[in-house]
């Protein structure tokens, strides 16, 4: 049973247009969210997070937002930039527990 | 952001042969570090917990006496993998954390591969 779900394997745009990742979860209970970067044959890195007393968080190009009446959450990168193309993950926690849940991922590509 | 190593990058064993991983947090004391294995096109999955001094904590269906966990210091977290065998093939990659952090951070992963 999946607690964190990426459903979209894969996701293609264009350099300096907006990229949306999508991220679904079911446990109720967590309440602390992160998005990863990772690069082949490389540790994940982190991006960026946010708590479930918040609905968004911005640094920089990233913005996270938080549905938690939807238990959903997306990554809005705006601009794209190739730099930008990795497999990103979406991770989830319940309190200060620290473990984390992650999705299968998301395979970014960003197209010059 | 906080400085996490392992060591080594890459091993390829025997089958039936131990190996033994490294993780180090280079700039911070890691009260927390945590140990993942990542399957081709999968999601990362947590092995286990190990609080420094005391004994890890496995998540289920992790056997524990395959894949011996050590935190002996602050900074440094061992992962032996005994009498590995050819399905022990994977990506592992560890990643710490303190009461300073609220998220981890994560070291490059070592690439294991049993013959």
């Known amino acids: 049973d999946q607690q964190v779900k990426q459903n979209s394997p894969s996701l293609s745009v264009q350099e300096g247009r907006i990229s949306i990742l999508n991220c679904d979860y079911t446990?109720?209970?967590?309440?602390?969210f992160l998005w990863y970067k990772k690069y082949p044959a490389e540790g994940p890195t982190f991006l960026i997070s946010?708590?479930?007393?918040?609905d968004k968080n911005e640094d920089g190009r990233f913005t996270v937002f938080l549905n938690k009446s939807a238990k959903h959450l997306s990554l809005h990168i705006v601009p794209s930039q190739p730099g930008d193309s990795a497999v990103y993950f979406c991770?989830?926690?319940?309190?200060?527990?620290?473990?984390?849940?992650f999705g299968k991922g998301t395979l970014l590509t960003v197209n010059p | 952001g906080a400085v996490v190593s392992q060591h080594p990058s890459r091993v390829i064993c025997k089958s039936g042969t131990s190996v033994k991983i490294e993780c180090r947090s280079l700039d911070f004391q890691a009260t927390t570090m945590f140990w993942y294995r990542q399957f081709p096109k999968k999601s990362l999955m947590l092995m286990a917990t190990?609080?420094?001094?005391?004994?890890?904590?496995?998540e289920q269906g992790v056997e524990k006496d395959k894949f011996l966990i050590n935190h002996a210091s602050l900074t440094l977290s061992t992962l032996t993998v005994t009498s590995a065998h050819p399905e022990d093939s994977s990506f592992y990659i560890c990643?710490?954390?303190?009461?300073?952090?609220?998220?981890?951070?994560f070291g490059p992963g070592t690439r294991l591969t049993v013959l």
């Open positions: 446990n109720s209970m967590f309440d602390y």
């Open positions: 991770a989830a926690s319940e309190g200060s527990n620290y473990k984390l849940t």
């Open positions: 946010i708590s479930s007393i918040k």
């Open positions: 990643s710490a954390t303190s009461g300073m952090y609220n998220e981890q951070f």
């Open positions: 190990s609080n420094e001094g005391s004994k890890a904590t496995y």
